[in-house]
């Protein structure tokens, strides 16, 4: 079983940058393509950026060329470096296998306010 523990969420206000970790268990995750994801408060769990094993990147509209997720297979780490951001990028952001995710880890909180 994959364990997920994600980091680098805070409290900064708009246009603001913070860098997001996800550290994995298991060796399964050099062979997964891995997203990360974002839930709002009253609002569904979002994918907003997807990696392949290969590097391969896609990313939802709200967020394009402003995030960039990255991964070092190495370190069985994927990050997420969100720049510019806004109010409305407010959630718990958590990574995980996409598609067919694993359980959920924690997740780390980001609050954009000013």
């Known amino acids: 079983q994959v364990q997920l523990v994600e980091f680098g969420g805070g409290l900064l206000q708009p246009g603001g940058s913070l860098r997001l970790s996800c550290a994995a268990s298991?060796?399964?995750?050099?062979?997964?393509?891995m997203g990360w994801y974002r839930q709002a408060p009253g609002k569904q769990r979002e994918l907003v950026a997807t990696i392949t094993t290969g590097g391969s990147t896609n990313y939802a509209d709200s967020v394009k060329g402003r995030f960039t997720i990255s991964r070092d297979n190495a370190k069985n780490t994927v990050y997420l470096q969100m720049n510019s951001l806004k109010p409305e990028d407010t959630a718990v952001y958590s990574c995980?296998?996409?598609?067919?995710?694993?359980?959920w880890g924690q997740g780390t909180q980001v609050t954009v306010s000013s």
């Open positions: 995980n296998k996409f598609p067919l995710p694993w359980a």
């Open positions: 298991g060796r399964i995750f050099s062979i997964s393509p």
